[in-house]
């Protein structure tokens, strides 16, 4: 079993930053691609990004490209989602997720474990 831990959410304003950070612990997850997904009050869990195992993949959804970045130490057993230039629509409790499938997995239904998640508010 994997537990999954974010941290780093909070309060800013439009054009700040802020990094989120996920803590996994139980086991590595170093065999794992890694993905943050980000939900808004009466919207579906979206996918934000994606990471492979390595590191040396991504994928982002393109309304985050250019100002969001995600990152990992597998000798940590941990996932960072730097953001940058935050807008009001990047409002959401953001995930954290496991997924044992091959790169670039978008799909929240294919990932294997969840943090509880961190709120993220963006006021304008």
């Known amino acids: 079993q994997v537990q999954l831990v974010e941290s780093g959410g909070g309060l800013v304003q439009a054009g700040g930053s802020l990094r989120l950070s996920c803590a996994a612990s139980?086991?590595?997850?170093?065999?794992?691609?890694m993905g943050w997904f980000r939900q808004a009050p009466g919207k579906e869990r979206e996918f934000v990004a994606v990471?492979?195992?390595?590191?040396?993949?991504?994928r982002y959804t393109d309304s985050v490209k250019g100002r969001f970045t995600i990152s990992r130490d597998n000798a940590k057993n941990t996932v960072s989602l730097q953001m940058n230039s935050l807008k009001p629509e990047d409002t959401a409790v953001y995930y954290c997720?496991?997924?044992?499938?091959?790169?670039?997995?978008?799909?929240?239904?294919?990932?294997?474990?969840w943090g509880q998640g961190t709120q993220v508010t963006v006021s304008s």
């Open positions: 990471i492979s195992r390595s590191g040396g993949n991504t």
């Open positions: 139980g086991r590595t997850v170093s065999r794992n691609s």
């Open positions: 997720a496991a997924t044992s499938g091959v790169v670039g997995i978008t799909t929240p239904g294919r990932y294997d474990y």
